[in-house]
């Protein structure tokens, strides 16, 4: 062995495990950020909640002078805007922000430069092929341990740094596609390394490499985003078959190079995310397993419309979630394969808000006492006693689940989970709450989240915006009757203004039922023992009876598209103190609020100014 390949050897060795400890660095400083933004929060939450305690401090909602004490506040806001807000858009689908952009360009930058650097043989020839022909196949080995990681619903990275694992999808998917090219840099360089090449296919090294490639290179190919929202359950199917074919033949490839190592960890992480998630269908489902305690995990599939599915079955005794949270669903019926699992946001909400025989103290005087019993929670009690789902009809699974619910059949569920991170809006002084369509299953549990924490006192949020935008009128009897009992709870305390906008047809609006009723262009007609004329915001009359949700003063319908800059400039115009934007909805719904958050609105200037320090969560129901 000459000096020149005893060189390479142990830079081959040595380098991927250099790669290791800066990406173990970044992640720990990515950790350390979070954790101090989370006891900021709970610091900030606890000293709001106090100050809403003490009426002085409650009464006083006012913006002060220039301070130059909320500089470094206004610039962390910039930073917000920057990373977060900031976007490269290509086309009408697909999105990336500055922080997306900058961890792609870094990471293929690190590995690039950690796969050429140091080429240069002891004759001095640089960029010699045989020094980084291999080194960029052990570079990209070294990579899969995480890239499976983050690829699983269990996973250490989201237990360090508090991110959940669809967030971390993207960076899973970019890590895939930069190793990937670095993978044929690495199959490109030994072709042309090792010419002529045919008498090495003889190598069983070789076939399990070509092997790997092939199906990776598939898997690559079926996991481009059109593809993924087109054919979905293909991308699905194609993904399990080709990430196991890629990892057996990466693994015997690798016992030429004895790199294994870098290898068999990837079956060990799969294999124990399997394993938890399969415990916790045991946990969750114990009744199919033989344990005649289990809950009976029957669902019912409601069609609400030509788009839109409830599920809905009842709540495992132990199924704990917070507001946000998603649930992954097994249906057996209704799925082509029987451990095929699809995610879905949790509607309903786990609380005991309800669950008490009378409120003794009615929020307002225009509203009689209400019993809030069991018995009495009418069309709402899915939302307090089941887990319900709301799902939109595309192809495959969820037309499948359509045809179901037309059937008017019960169908057998599975439910593992909860999943996913819950926005803790308790230190917010405003949130604004924007949904489209399905959207609201995100939504509406914060909302209701958001009022039982006032009344218990664990919150000082003095106002809330609900913005939710509908095709159809119809959409509203989803959480009409939930929304009217929500309202009469929230205590004196919480300003609530509902926005709901009906972006449909301008003659779906008067096709109003049940206690809806239209009064085109006809002189208005009162009979106030049963309804009374409002007007809508865009001008036309509408006749509704007094027990509907359009009754109440802070409830408004318009048929148009919400103008969500407009609506969001006006909110950071008169907030204080920190306000929180969450957004569940297509990408025109978002890119529209991130283009309403950025300068000047959310400025340093106007920050110190004794504007609002303004975060924006997303929750995009897109494909990723």
């Not at 800066?22 to 709001?48: D, E, N, P």
């Not at 305690?53 to 002060?64: C, F, G, I, K």
């Not at 109440?552 to 929180?580: F, Q, Y």
């Amino acid at each position: 062995m000459d000096a020149d390949e005893s060189l390479r050897i142990a830079r081959n060795h040595l380098y991927p495990k250099q790669a290791w400890y800066c990406i173990g660095l970044f992640v720990f400083i990515i950790a350390t950020f979070q954790r101090i933004s989370f006891l900021h929060s709970k610091f900030a939450g606890r000293r709001q909640t106090s100050n809403a305690s003490d009426p002085e401090h409650a009464s006083v909602h006012r913006r002060h002078a220039f301070s130059w004490r909320r500089i470094p506040l206004g610039l962390v806001n910039s930073y917000r805007v920057i990373s977060f807000r900031w976007t490269l858009e290509f086309g009408k689908s697909y999105t990336l922000n500055m922080a997306e952009v900058f961890v792609t360009m870094a990471y293929i930058i690190f590995l690039f430069v950690w796969t050429f650097i140091n080429t240069t043989d002891l004759d001095g020839h640089t960029l010699d092929i045989s020094y980084w022909c291999n080194r960029s196949g052990m570079l990209a080995a070294s990579q899969f341990p995480l890239i499976t990681a983050l690829g699983t619903k269990n996973n250490i990275v989201s237990l360090i740094t508090g991110i959940s694992c669809d967030k971390l999808n993207y960076v899973h998917r970019m890590m895939c596609r930069v190793v990937f090219i670095l993978l044929w840099v690495h199959a490109g360089s030994d072709v042309v390394r090792n010419a002529p090449f045919q008498p090495y296919f003889a190598e069983q090294w070789l076939i399990w490499g070509l092997v790997s490639m092939v199906a990776f290179t598939i898997l690559c190919i079926v996991s481009l985003r059109p593809i993924r929202a087109q054919a979905y359950e293909l991308f699905f199917y194609v993904h399990f078959a080709t990430a196991l074919t890629f990892l057996i033949g990466a693994y015997f490839h690798t016992q030429n190079f004895e790199s294994t190592f870098w290898i068999y960890p990837c079956f060990i992480i799969w294999g124990l995310d399997r394993f938890i998630r399969f415990l916790r269908l045991v946990v969750f489902n114990h009744s199919y397993f033989g344990f005649r305690s289990g809950s009976t995990m029957d669902a019912t599939a409601e069609l609400l419309s030509d788009d839109f599915v409830r599920l809905r079955f009842h709540r495992p005794s132990h199924f704990h979630w917070t507001p946000g949270q998603t649930a992954y669903l097994i249906l057996p019926s209704v799925s082509r394969l029987p451990f095929e699992a699809h995610p879905f946001t949790i509607a309903s909400f786990n609380s005991t808000l309800f669950d008490v025989p009378k409120e003794q103290k009615p929020t307002s005087e225009k509203y009689a006492e209400i019993s809030l019993a069991e018995g009495n929670l009418g069309s709402s009690a899915p939302f307090w006693k089941e887990l319900v789902f709301f799902i939109n009809v595309r192809e495959g699974f969820t037309a499948r689940l359509k045809d179901a619910a037309l059937k008017g059949n019960k169908v057998k569920v599975f439910v593992d989970g909860p999943y996913g991170p819950s926005p803790n809006l308790s230190s917010y002084d405003t949130s604004v709450l924007v949904a489209g369509g399905s959207g609201v299953s995100y939504t509406l549990p914060v909302l209701l989240d958001i009022i039982e924490r006032v009344r218990n006192g664990e919150s000082g949020c003095h106002r809330v915006v609900f913005i939710w935008s509908i095709r159809s009128v119809d959409h509203i009897h989803w959480i009409d009757d939930v929304l009217i009992r929500a309202l009469r709870l929230a205590p004196p305390s919480l300003s609530i203004s509902i926005l709901i906008h009906v972006t449909g047809a301008p003659s779906t609006i008067e096709i109003l039922p049940q206690s809806y009723g239209p009064n085109d262009g006809a002189k208005p007609v009162r009979d106030d023992s049963r309804s009374e004329v409002v007007e809508l915001q865009d001008g036309k009359a509408m006749e509704i009876s007094n027990d509907s949700l359009f009754a109440i003063d802070s409830v408004k319908l318009a048929n148009e598209r919400p103008d969500l800059r407009a609506i969001l400039r006006d909110e950071v115009k008169t907030a204080t103190g920190r306000m929180s934007v969450s957004v569940c909805g297509s990408q025109s719904i978002t890119r529209s609020v991130r283009g309403a958050l950025r300068f000047p609105v959310s400025s340093p200037l106007n920050v110190a100014n004794g504007g609002p320090s303004v975060t924006l969560h997303i929750e995009s129901f897109g494909y990723a």
